[in-house]
């Protein structure tokens, strides 16, 4: 799949892209597996965060400028925003890649015959993008035992509309990986618990912040901000 670049951060709201309708196809996470090697659930929900760094953690991601922005248009299919490398890991507050995805009133939405709107339903999550070990450009899951072993994926999603000060906490998710002849992650992003699923506002705009990271082995990897279209219900 090819990505579009990165639109870094400037002041103001990025402007609104008016896309032409067209068919919209899911974005298909082949290779995501839900595996039940891990004995501990691998997700933190808001509220059972246990200790002080995390919280501390979860603050400052919240409260730090975003390295990208993306507006989600209408008819809107996917749209990944990658890290480019993993030198996010290496700063000292919030060593995550922070990306802001904004939405307006017409956010992934279409007019039916009719003339009525319709919002459909946007998912957010993050993953591991162009891993040194995966098979192709823009691999996510390592094809060598011990770097399937050693990775760590890690994401926390926020959302608050663009008038407000703060973000509110909405997902904490922390996952590995295990092989059993193929390497498999403990988590499916198109299941509820791990992904953040709204629609979108019906005024005023919403931004859904996704701070991502992943290390292998014992170095940070580049990782992917994914917006996608949810199937239908």
């Known amino acids: ?3 579009e670049p990165a639109s870094f951060v400037r002041s103001g709201m990025l402007p609104v892209v008016r896309a032409a309708f067209r068919p919209k196809f899911f974005f298909v996470l082949s290779t995501i597996m839900v595996t039940a090697a ?8 808001p509220g059972s965060r246990t200790t002080s760094s995390t919280v501390l953690l979860e603050t400052e ?3 730090v400028n975003a390295d990208a922005e993306y507006f989600i248009p209408e008819n809107f ?4 925003v990658p890290s480019g490398s993993g030198r996010y890991g290496y700063r000292q507050r919030c060593p995550f890649w922070v990306v802001d995805f904004s939405m307006n009133s017409k956010s992934n939405s279409y007019l039916n015959p009719e003339g009525t709107r319709v919002r459909e339903r946007t998912l957010f999550f993050g993953l591991p993008h162009d ?4 098979n192709s450009a823009g691999g996510r ?3 060598v035992k011990e770097d399937c072993e050693r990775l760590r994926l890690e994401y926390i999603i926020y959302s608050k509309f663009k008038h407000e000060s703060n973000f509110v906490l909405k997902k904490h998710i922390t996952a590995n990986a295990s092989w ?3 390497c498999n992650l403990s988590i499916n992003t198109a299941l509820p618990e791990y992904n953040f699923m709204t629609r979108a506002p019906e005024a005023n705009v919403l931004v859904i912040r996704v701070a991502t990271r992943v290390k292998l082995r014992t170095s940070w990897q580049e990782v992917a901000a994914i917006a996608e279209d949810a199937p239908p219900q």
């Open 180 to 182: 059993s002849g193929t």
């Open 38 to 45: 891990f004995g501990a659930s691998p997700t933190q929900q």
């Open 131 to 134: 891993l040194p070990s995966s």
């Open 61 to 63: 991601c919240g409260g």
């Open 1 to 3: 799949m090819k990505f």
């Open 77 to 80: 299919s996917e749209h990944a």
């Open 141 to 143: 899951i390592p094809i």
